[in-house]
């Protein structure tokens, strides 16, 4: 069972999940990266370009970053985490992770503590570049790379090199991401497919239906349901 709620930490969302059965989960491409706990372990999980299975059981709790604020809190750029779950002691010194899990377990639960851990590391670290939210929120209006790049001042280059770094992908995947998200929204409110795809800015419903597929492995009539 799958449960969520918003963050004390600006934009982010803790969450939890103890999977019903031996069935895979499914975590659709976002633009977010999480931190988790599973069975005593601090992970990372990067920006995904494609769905993500895993089939590991037992509870999992985390952490899901905005797009583009995380890896100023983990010290590393996004694109090096892309489509990988990697321990948080591959990327910080293993005796600091080790006293941090200990501050999670000792938590009233596991998901607070991730909450706790993320909002001394956001005081450490101060508040994201509000470029980036800026980047995040022109292309989820469904501006183009160009004109987002020219809104903001940046050269095509400067915008996907920061893209790169706060996002793990370049402005077009981005923009990729944001309008799945868009579809999914819409879809699971009850808009007819072919409004969707018009509302979320894909040329139209067959346009839709091969993006979510490649970008999530199944058709829209079946994740609208999840």
């Known amino acids: 069972m799958y449960a969520e709620r918003a963050s004390r930490l600006t ?13 895979a989960a499914r975590v659709l491409p976002d633009g977010c990266m999480d ?36 890896p100023a809190l983990l010290g590393v750029p996004a694109h090096e985490l892309r489509d990988r779950r990697v321990d948080l002691a591959d990327l910080w010194p293993a005796a600091r992770v080790r006293r941090l899990a200990a501050r999670v377990a000792a938590a009233p639960d596991p998901a607070s503590g991730l909450e706790e851990l993320a909002l001394r ?33 940046l050269g095509a280059r400067q915008l996907h090199r920061r893209s790169l770094a706060a ?28 409004r969707t795809a018009a509302r979320a800015g894909y040329a139209d419903q067959a346009h839709l239906a091969r993006d979510v597929r490649a970008l999530t492995g199944l058709p829209m009539r079946e994740l609208r349901g999840r």
Do not use: C, M, Q, S
């Not at 995904?48 to 905005?66: M, V, Y």
């Not at 929120?137 to 790049?149: E, I, S």
């Open 35 to 70: 931190l988790l706990w599973h069975e005593g372990r601090l992970l990372v999980a990067g920006p995904d370009t494609h769905a993500h299975l895993t089939a590991e059981p037992g509870p999992w709790a985390g952490i899901r970053f905005p797009p583009g604020t995380a």
């Open 11 to 23: 934009g982010a969302v803790v969450w939890t999940n103890t999977p019903a059965g031996p069935d």
């Open 167 to 194: 996002f793990g992908y370049g402005p077009k995947t981005l923009a990729r991401v944001l309008r799945l998200r868009r579809a999914l929204a819409l879809a699971r409110a009850g808009v007819p497919l072919a």
């Open 121 to 153: 590391r956001a005081a450490e670290t101060g508040p994201p570049d509000p470029l980036l939210r800026r980047i995040v929120a022109a292309l989820d209006a469904g501006r183009t790379v160009a004109a987002t790049a020219a809104e903001l001042g």
